[in-house]
């Protein structure tokens, strides 16, 4: 049975910084595409950054370019994501997933985890 769960989630001032982890059990994900997406209340769930398999690859949102960074650990499997510099309108409830491919403007994901709350306050 596949499970992506996060953890790191929390409250932290504008300015500020988190470090999310997403540990993966039932199968490896190491030749897969790890990612993360947010979705904020009345908001549909966006996509803010992916990983590839052997990690030399990554993309992220604008939004969150130059702030945010992503890693992977399959020796673990396990994927981070590293916040800083945090505004308000990142709050969001935060979802790893995994085999995360994009078509055109839209991302997609065969595996999602429960998500972890990031509140920044101002």
């Known amino acids: 049975q596949v499970q992506l769960v996060e953890s790191g989630g929390g409250l932290v001032q504008a300015g500020g910084s988190l470090r999310l982890s997403c540990a993966a059990s039932g199968r490896t994900f190491s030749t897969s595409f790890m990612g993360w997406f947010r979705q904020a209340p009345m908001k549909e769930r966006e996509f803010v950054a992916r990983?590839?398999?052997?990690?030399?690859?990554?993309n992220f949102a604008e939004f969150v370019k130059g702030r945010f960074y992503i890693s992977r650990d399959n020796a673990k499997n396990t994927v981070d994501l590293q916040m800083n510099s945090l505004k308000p309108e990142d709050t969001a409830v935060y979802y790893c997933a995994a085999e995360v491919s994009s078509y055109g403007s839209r991302w997609y994901a065969g595996y999602w985890g429960q998500g972890t709350q990031v509140t920044v306050s101002s």
């Open positions: 990983i590839s398999g052997n990690g030399r690859n990554t």
